[in-house]
């Protein structure tokens, strides 16, 4: 496994970890899920550049790397959802996008082909966990002082789902191919 193989794994390990200190009900655990979860996303620019970089580009990161980038925002806006600070409907929507995205992929894996991100999914990804990390910031403010403080996290999020459609219509554009009927 190369390097930048394994900076996406770290990503994938560190989602039980921000799981778990984020479900503890303490400002101080959330604070730290936050740093967890704002190191892991970090880490999804740093093995796109080392893979680019050092030609460490492979099969197994272009599968494994939108995958990690799935689990950790998805796994953030369950725990916002749980919360109250992220719509049903939006989730929802996200939710969509992906399992289309992975139908897709799978369709593409079962005729030898592999599908890499691109830019739209890649700002989708950005807008999403721009949006966790605004949601998060300001959570422990309602939570504690019952102050409506979010509405920033909220456009941020509705965004994010907008550039999740946005991508979402791009890819089945460009792989519509692989899904007709033969």
């Known amino acids: ?16 970890v921000f799981m778990v200190l984020f479900m503890i009900d303490n400002t101080v655990c959330h604070y730290a899920a936050l740093g967890v979860f704002i190191l892991a996303s970090v880490t999804d620019a740093v093995d796109g550049h080392v893979a680019r970089k050092y030609n460490q580009t492979t099969t197994f990161g272009k599968f494994v790397d939108p995958l ?4 950790l925002t998805t ?3 369950l725990i916002l959802m749980y919360y109250d600070r992220m719509s049903v409907w939006a989730l929802m929507i996200v939710l969509t996008r992906e399992f289309m995205v992975a139908g897709v992929r799978l369709v593409a894996a079962g005729e030898g082909k592999v599908v890499a991100a691109s830019m739209w999914g890649k700002l989708k990804t950005v807008t999403q966990m721009i949006a966790v990390i605004a949601a998060m910031l300001l959570l422990p403010y309602e939570r504690f ?3 409506r403080a979010s509405l920033i996290s909220d456009i941020l999020i509705w965004i994010s ?13 460009k792989n519509w191919k692989l899904m007709e009927m033969k």
């Open 1 to 16: 496994m190369n390097t930048a193989n394994k900076i996406t794994m770290i990503r994938v390990f560190l989602v039980p």
């Open 68 to 71: 990690a980038d799935k689990v």
């Open 75 to 77: 796994s953030a806006f």
């Open 145 to 147: 002082l019952g102050v």
């Open 161 to 173: 789902v907008a550039f999740t459609i946005i991508s979402g219509i791009d890819y089945l554009a």
